[in-house]
């Protein structure tokens, strides 16, 4: 039958019946392709979009940023603004920065993934393995009990597979409650057509307050569960780009649900702004936007 795994003497037969997983959003990186000018994080920094640069919080003298080409889910990279190349290069605050927020990072990390454990690492220059070695930055790689390890290529290797924009959204919100933002959290949600808002008993997008311990995503899906009668899909991240303290936002997909909603022009003007947020996250095939 053409589901039957292939025999045991094809040198393509995975081992210990393995299960592949694609992952797509690696075949910029394995396959090469024409190389950026410049430093990517000194670009990413100095850009205006913090969303599509995947910068998730701005200190003062660095910033955290995610890997676009993840060992694993939530694989992300503490970074000086300063463009080093190593440790003894780098001044002597900045690297006590670099220090104090591991803690938060890693609770938070923590807190949105549920991983049982993390690889932290720096590669200092080209021949110690550094991608990137004419500026310094911390690898932190979540891990879970049978996930992938360091080398995907590897047989009997697996990866646990999310859309790097949903990891993004979990991320950046827990790490922004870490850091001292806003605890509740606005909920974008939009229909298929992506024409309509959801909106609470006042008229108002949705919002949550933060519950100790519990990530701010799994609490949104339940809100917007309860009030529609459906599953949601989390889309991304619909608040502001910069990186800093603020209300965290994020878009979420309900399919012919129940609840109260409103069309676009119902909305007020700081609601629509976050809703077209929300509405640009659609997929093709999510409906029109």
Known sequence: MADDPAPATSPYAPADHTERLW??????????????????????LAADDDVASLILWRATRSFVIMNLFPYNTGHVMLVPNTHVPGPEDTEPETLAELATMRRPLLRALRRALSCDGFNLGVNVGAFAG?????????????????????????????????????TYAKLRAELAREMGSLPAVTLAVVDETGERALVGKNGRLLTVEAIAGRPSWRTAVDAVRETTGREPTLLGWAGTTPARRGAAVLAFLARGAGGSWLSLDGLRA????????ARALLEPGDGPR
């Open 130 to 166: 550094a991608g990137v070695a004419e500026h310094l930055h911390e690898h932190v790689v979540p891990r879970w009990a049978g996930d992938a390890n360091f080398m995907p290529i590897l047989a009997a290797t697996m990866v646990l597979p999310e859309l790097i924009p949903v």
């Open 23 to 44: 992952t797509p959003w690696r075949m910029g990186y394995v396959g090469g392709g024409v190389k950026e000018a410049g430093c990517i994080f000194c670009n990413r």
């Open 270 to 277: 700081d609601e629509m702004e976050i809703v077209t947020r």
